[in-house]
T-cell receptor
Framework: KNEVEQSPQNLTAQEGEFITINCSYSVGISALHWLQQHPGGGIVSLFM???GKKKHGRLIATINIQEKHSSLHITASHPRDSAVYICAVRFTGAQKLVFGQGTRLTINP | GAVVSQHPSRVICKSGTSVKIECRSL??????MFWYRQFPKKSLMLMATSNEGSKATYEQGVEKDKFLINHASLTLSTLTVTSAHPEDSSFYICSATSFASGRRSGGEQYFGPGTRLTVT
């Protein structure tokens, strides 16, 4: 069964802390997306990965294909980073994305 | 990155009426568009996959006669909620991607900002 598991489901941290959100999936993939959604807002695509590591500003995404695992890191976290972060995977041979449950991140000032 | 727009961003309609939501890819040709529905504090639920020039493929449990999807061009897909009821009130999101002709190239999906539908 094609599954995507995210952890933690909820995460609260203080401003400035280093944040890690994890995503594991069950079988081979074509691509993995990290998405961000602010309350009441639309979805923003942060990264698409199929291997290795990508960095954009304070955000870093890594993927280990052998271990079927990806992480999203936020350095020097800020209250404006508070949002739901979603891991979404396109399994090999498929068109559609399978979504993780999302991680609700709250950064307190 | 590529931009996908949705219109309207917010709509309120009366029960029994129909509402059309547009999804446009502004700076690329989208061979495939996806329509999602999101309930409060829940993840996205895929409703249908729309390939340009062909009929949409609906997910199990989604009524195709109620949620009409048209993907008439490479930059526009529409979702029409017919005979809307209060239980259709939700946040509807589209995404667009482009797969290379003849094979799936692993194109990135770009999401629209969403449309909040309220049926009274």
């Amino acid at each position: 069964k094609n599954e995507v598991e995210q952890s933690p489901q909820n995460l609260t941290a203080q401003e400035g802390e280093f944040i890690t959100i994890n995503c594991s999936y069950s079988v081979g993939i074509s691509a993995l997306h990290w998405l961000q959604q602010h309350p009441g807002g639309g979805i923003v695509s942060l990264f698409m990965l199929s291997s290795g590591k990508k960095k954009h500003g304070r955000l870093i995404a890594t993927i280990n294909i052998q271990e079927k695992h990806s992480s999203l890191h936020i350095t020097a976290s800020h209250p404006r980073d508070s949002a739901v972060y979603i891991c979404a995977v396109r399994f090999t041979g498929a068109q559609k994305l399978v979504f993780g449950q999302g991680t609700r991140l709250t950064i307190n000032p | 990155g590529a931009v996908v727009s949705q219109h309207p961003s917010r709509v309120i309609c009366k029960s029994g009426t129909s509402v059309k939501i547009e999804c446009r890819s502004l700076d690329f040709q989208a061979t495939t568009m996806f329509w999602y529905r999101q309930f409060p504090k829940k993840s996205l639920m895929l409703m249908a996959t729309s390939n340009e020039g062909s009929k949409a493929t609906y997910e199990q449990g989604v009524e195709k006669d109620k949620f009409l999807i048209n993907h008439a061009s490479l930059t526009l897909s529409t979702l029409t909620v017919t005979s809307a009821h209060p239980e259709d009130s939700s946040f509807y999101i589209c995404s667009a991607t482009s797969f290379a002709s003849g094979r799936r190239s692993g194109g990135e999906q770009y999401f629209g900002p969403g449309t909040r539908l309220t049926v009274t």
